[in-house]
């Protein structure tokens, strides 16, 4: 710290321009890379099993249960609004 010189900034504007040509050059790179469709896989798409349909379903019929007329949750209610949908929906038969 004490040895080495301060940095003018002549030095520093040069460094800052230095390092934002290479990331313009970076992001060059990668935008034409992603212009080939080959190049990039899509994920697969899981398939949705038929207990989350029925969980999803049951959660949305009696979320409004358990939240306040301006529509935020009342206190502990996600919690037993989660533990009755998975009720409804029939969880835990084993």
Do not use: L
């Not at 313009?24 to 398939?47: I, L």
């Not at 029925?54 to 009342?74: D, H, L, M, Q, V």
């Not at 998975?86 to 038969?93: D, N, Q, V």
Request: glycine fraction near 10%.
């Amino acid at each position: 710290m004490f040895g080495q010189p301060i940095m003018s900034p002549a030095d520093y504007n040069r460094g800052y321009q230095e390092g934002f040509r290479a990331g313009v050059e970076y992001a060059s790179q990668q935008s034409s890379a992603s212009d080939n469709p080959g190049s990039q896989t899509t994920p697969k798409k899981r398939k949705v099993s038929a207990y989350n349909r029925k969980y999803k379903a049951a959660f949305k019929k009696i979320a409004p249960r358990y939240k306040t007329k301006n529509g935020k949750w009342a206190s502990g209610g996600f919690k037993r609004a989660v533990k009755e949908a998975h009720r409804i929906a029939g969880g835990k038969k084993r």
